[in-house]
Structure formats: C-alpha cells, structure tokens
C-alpha cells in the first residue's frame, strides 16, 4: 500500500483565499501582496517546513504583522541627529500633519477664492523669504542634488563651472558632485589644489566660456594645515567683474548661523555675502522634508524656475506641505536634538540606567548626514552589554544603538522624551533576551 503524498493536502489558491480568516487579515492589502504572501506559505508546506494544514494559519500570521509599507520605524539611539541610514531629518509635529492634510486633494496649484489655476509652492516659497529675508526669490526642488544640476545646468550647459578642487566633494553612496554636474553638460573647469586656492587661480580661469561660479561647502570632510580658501565676498567682487552669477551649495541648510556649530554655514549668510543662488538640502539641519532649497536673487531664481529641468525635478505636494510646516511650525527635532542641555540628557540616562542595573557613560553625538564632520555635541549615553545592540534593533519598537569598543550605547539626544518609556520597555525585553 502506498501512502498518500503530503503535498497533495496543501489546500489551493482559490480555497485559501477565500478562507473568512486570510480575507480579514488581507483586508487593507493589495490582491498581488496577499497572493505572494500565500504562495510563500504553500511553498514553506511543499518544503516540508510546515504541515499542509498550517497553511492556512501561516498566511493569517504573515498578514496580521504586515503593514501596507514595510518601513519599520526606529527609535535613534545613537546620538547622530541627522542619521542617513534612518531618513536624516525626522520631521515635527507640526509637519507630521501637514503631510497627513496634504496627502489627498489639496490646492497645492489652485485658488480657491477664484477657483483659477495658481502658481505651485506660493505657500512654502513665502514662509521661505520670511525665514531668510536676505533672498528675493526661492524655488523648491528634489533634493539638493537636484539644485545643484538645476543650478549648473541652467546657467552653464556647454559651457564651465568654475571650482575649486578643494571643493570637489564625494556626497556618500559613491555619487560625486562633480560627476552630477558634467552629466547634464556643464564643464567643470577645476582652479586651485586640493588644500589651497586663490582668488587669482579663479580670475585665470574665467573666460567667454564661463557660465557660473561655484562655491560648494565641503561639508563631509576637512583639510586642515597649510590651507586657504577664497572669502564669498571676493569671489562676488569678481563675479561682478565678469558680470557672471556666483551659486553656493552650502549642504546642510542651516538658515541662519548656530552657534552650536560655528563652522557650519548657513544660506543667510551666503545670500549676505553677494551669492545669486545659494543651494542646500531640506533634511538635513533644516530639519524638514527631503528636498532642495534654491534661494538668491529674483532674476536668477526665475531662470531656473523657467528652465525646462526645473519640472524633472519638480517638488511634490507633500514636499511643499511639510516645508511650509517645518518653517511654521514649533521647533524640529533636529533643532531640539542638537540644542538639548546635557545635564538633561545625563538625567534621563541615569534613570534609564538605573532601571535596568546599566552605567552611564559620557558619549558624544554627532551632526551627521554629512554636516560639521567632526563636531562633537557633549553628552551621556547608558552602556549595555553589546549584544542586546542585536535585540533592540529587533524589537518592537525598534531601537538603534550605536555599538563602539566592545559596548552597546544608548544615546537620548535624539529619541524624544516622551518615549523614555517605551525605550526602557525595549531595553529590558533586550536584556531579558540576551541573558
Ligand atoms: C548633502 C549635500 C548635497 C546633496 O544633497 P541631497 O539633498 O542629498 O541631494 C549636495 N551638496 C552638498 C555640499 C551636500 O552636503
């Protein structure tokens, strides 16, 4: 007598699917992902990994855990305020909303006193020249990578960018400003060494073919000893001989200086300095949405507007929203996180640490994302053993310490104060887990 084959139980398609259970658990979910998620089940029965009558309960535990996006969100343990791996900027409250307002029908590019077509983005371009009145015009874009192109493209294609080879930054991920740049046909014409540059190696290199100079902020690195660099100002004197426009990519996105990182340029004072166009990134110390700031003088910020690029890498509405609330709204978390007072961290650390027996230690943070490289922002962090780092990333919530010497650290600096609960919960279901 033969026995049956197993795999003949595994029951079909259509008779999971319609199982009143796998529709409920489904519900909120796309067909093609409730499908995948049954086919996965039927493969794991084939496999032999589970019985052919557990199918059916795997696929409602696969769909009960399964949000429509996948992306977990985390609590930032580790003291880097804008953290590249988590999103850089997380927004404010007052942005969250925004965002949720904005993400159905919404008069992003209509008037609705006249019922007539308006022009995108006034909103956010106005709470932009209130936050830095020393521009005359902002435009909204992308990303800060996409203001750069924009930038050189509508004011150099077929023509030179002339820069500093001190400034020739590497952003991360292996994408290299200058090769942004050429790829859309502006040639970059490279004055100066990698530690000095003067005013006159600018002046030699500008010709008929200049379309723009650029000055970008080397913002993931520095050089130090026997270094010079040309003041924005002088380089404005000369712009203004060769009546050429002078852009500046300041990175971060500070508007106005901080002095808790005094090296860290902010657009004010590039636009003060005699920039046309300074350019910089939305998520990163501004604090809000990704997305690329343009800022400078009105002629030169309508030209870029008007230039056909200008829609490729057009800002979305959520975009707009958030930007416009993160301006208007209360402090970012990145503002909070970089001006907390350590004595407040210290405080809390100590009352995490001593709810689950731990020390804290002194732990300095970071600016991240690629700003004030080297910076350090005093403060304290609870050292763990350094495997719960393992079971805090897989907790629910996840937490993301930062392992360093043979030790787990958990920074507060940019974990809001009002999870400190829900942070030590995970904290001692980590530890309870590594034991
Ligand atoms: C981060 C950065 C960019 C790129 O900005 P994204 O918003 O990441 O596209 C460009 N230039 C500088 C100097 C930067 O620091």
């Known amino acids: 007598m033969t026995t049956e ?22 519900a909120g979910l796309s067909d093609a992902t409730v499908r995948g998620v049954v086919g996965a089940a039927q493969q794991r029965a084939r496999a032999g990994e589970i019985a052919p009558e557990a199918v059916v309960d795997a696929v409602v535990a696969e769909l009960a855990g399964r949000g429509a ?29 925004a965002l949720r307002d904005a993400s159905g029908y919404v008069d992003v590019e209509l008037d609705l006193a006249t019922g007539q077509r308006s022009k995108r983005g006034v909103a956010a371009r106005e709470a932009l020249l209130e936050a830095c009145p020393a521009a005359e015009d902002a435009l909204v874009v992308n990303n800060g990578a996409g203001a750069l192109v924009l930038a050189t493209t509508a004011l150099a294609a077929g023509r030179e960018v002339v820069i500093s080879r001190g400034q ?6 292996g994408f290299r400003l200058s090769d942004l740049m050429e790829s859309t ?36 690195f520095r050089v130090a000893g026997f270094t010079s660099s040309v003041p924005l100002g002088e380089l404005r004197s ?28 902010s657009l004010s004072e590039a636009l003060e ?46 975009t707009l929203a958030a930007l416009e609330a993160t301006l208007r709204g209360g402090p970012s978390p990145v503002a909070r996180a970089l001006h907390t007072d350590p004595e407040k961290l210290r405080e809390r650390a100590e ?16 600016v991240g994302g690629g700003g ?4 350090p922002l005093p403060g304290w962090a609870v050292r763990l053993p350094e495997a719960t780092a393992r079971a805090l990333r897989l907790g629910s919530p996840a937490v993301l310490p930062r392992v360093h010497d043979g030790a787990c650290l958990v920074d507060l600096r940019c974990v809001p104060q009002s999870q400190d609960d829900v942070l030590l919960d995970a904290v001692r279901r980590a530890l309870e887990g590594t034991r």
Do not use: M, W
Not at 168 to 173: D, H, M
């Open 351 to 366: 009352a995490l640490a001593a709810a689950v027996g731990a020390d804290v230690v002194p732990h300095d943070g970071r």
């Open 168 to 173: 020739f930054v590497e952003i991360g991920a």
């Open 238 to 265: 000369l712009a203004d001989e060769h009546r050429i426009p002078l852009v500046v990519d300041v990175g971060s996105g500070l508007l106005t200086p901080d002095p808790v990182l005094p090296d860290e340029p």
């Open 372 to 375: 004030a490289p080297g910076v």
């Open 185 to 220: 046909g502006a040639r970059l014409r490279e004055v100066g060494t990698t530690n000095r540059t003067h005013l006159a190696d600018y002046r030699d290199a500008i010709g008929p073919d200049t379309g723009c100079l650029l000055a970008v902020h080397p913002s993931n």
């Open 69 to 97: 996006s996948s992306l977990t969100p985390v609590l930032n343990a580790t003291g880097v305020v804008v953290h590249t791996n988590l999103g850089r900027a997380p927004l404010s409250d007052a942005a969250r909303q």
């Open 273 to 318: 300095a005699g920039a046309d166009a300074v350019i910089a990134s939305g998520d990163k110390l501004f604090g809000g949405p990704q997305a690329g700031l343009l800022l400078g003088r009105a002629e030169i910020i309508e030209r870029l507007a008007t230039f056909p690029l200008a829609r490729a890498v057009r800002a979305d509405k959520l």
């Open 5 to 26: 084959d197993p795999r003949r139980r595994i029951p079909r398609t259509d008779r999971v699917l319609a199982d009143p259970a796998v529709h409920a658990a489904g």
